[in-house]
């Protein structure tokens, strides 16, 4: 956690490079400082808190994030052309994204529901009883 936002200026400079504005640099600066600083699986939650002197509600960033202009414009373009030409070494990288640690498949995953038999019945029992 960041107590104040000006504790990064190298980070906020490179945001700058984005062309963004002042809210959606400061909204951007608050996901970044919490990937880079997050425990556990990352929410918008932590993200919202990352800056501690400006913390802000999960939903505005979980709106911020909604909005259609992140679909129609390519602001990651000048970040990474930024972030290439700070790299010394040449040729092609890969930016990989695993998602591994979200998955939920286990026995006890929350909010599943199960059309299954849970358990076998045998023929004494009442529901198998003979009419008589």
Known sequence: ????????????????????????????????????MHRGRMSCSQAAGSIASESIHRGQLTRFLAR?????????????MALLQMETGKGKFVFVIDATLVSQAGDRTENTFCTSHRRTTSTTSPTKSKKG
């Open 1 to 36: 956690m960041v107590i104040v936002s000006e504790s990064a200026p190298a980070l906020k400079r490179f945001i700058g490079k984005s062309g963004l504005g002042d809210l959606a640099r400061a909204m951007v600066l608050r996901m970044i400082l919490a990937f880079i």
């Open 68 to 80: 259609p202009r992140w679909q129609k414009h390519d602001y990651n373009a000048p970040l990474r």
